[in-house]
């Protein structure tokens, strides 16, 4: 059972976010997904994925309350998405399913993969703005993709190293995303950062003929839709989720970033939490679990010294 209606996947996959329905039906039943389970060690609940084989797309089955807000917030998210005309770093939902397997009803939606990329992503992180259990753990930093979070970031010095231009555009849509989230009473979500890492990515596929195309990339004084390996001509993806590091910067990387987990209201669930982590931290800690407005002021204010 298809959740979204027609006029939604029309206007918003294929209007706003520039998915053709033929090419969008072919990656998802050409080949059988590949399966993937985050999350242990960093919520309640972990999160099961699968991606599409050509790796444009990520199916997620969402837990129910995800469904119901979902559906619930549809319609704002709509609204906001063509009044942005697709230009949000906000997950971009193209499409939702109902299937029963077994007697048991499953919920599963598909968005853009922000990783969308044939080339490797070197280092991963999921940032929220928060400091408290905000590492990864010696677990998590073995496997073999480890997301890294908020104090792995501060430790590594880390910087997004855009250049001004580029950073007013991506503080801009943040903001406004953010805006939009704490109007819902949405709290909770990351920006997760993906880092190419463009003389490694070279060092990596020296010899390969079909080595990836870093090297064009470090060449170019600017980073563009075409530039980016896998995207066919007549499926350009955005370029709002990916750029290059500043021109003046010698140490070149590239680096795929967007908004994920944006379906988690503040609650009276979330309410005790914040009460418990206050308690056991202190009521000048960083937790996570803080009402909408103060995690939006936070977050953006993260974000702004992040990005350079």
Known sequence: LILFKQWYQRRVRGERFAVKEEVFNQALSANEPYYEERGEGQKERSSKFFFSRDNRFVIKLFHTEEVELMLSKLSEYYAYVVEKDGQTLLPQYLSMY??????????????KNIFSTSLKIHKKYDLKGSTVDRE???????????????????KDEMRIKVGEEKRAEIMGMLESDVKFLATLKIMDYSL?????????????????????SSDDLLESEELKAEDIPEYEEEEEETSIHTCLTDESIAEKEIYFYGLIDVLTKYNATKRAAHTAKTMKHGAGAEISTVR??????????????SFT
């Open 136 to 154: 990864a753990s010696e677990k998590e930093k073995t496997g073999p993709h480890p997301t890294y979070k908020d104090k792995d970031f501060i």
């Open 98 to 111: 109902k299937i029963t397997v077994s007697g048991v009803e499953y919920h599963m939606i598909v968005m």
């Open 292 to 305: 909408p407005d103060q995690y939006a002021k936070r977050f953006l204010e993260f974000m702004n010294s």
């Open 192 to 212: 997760l950062l993906g880092v190419h890492n463009v003389a490694r990515g070279l060092e990596e596929h020296s010899g390969d003929e079909e080595q990836s």
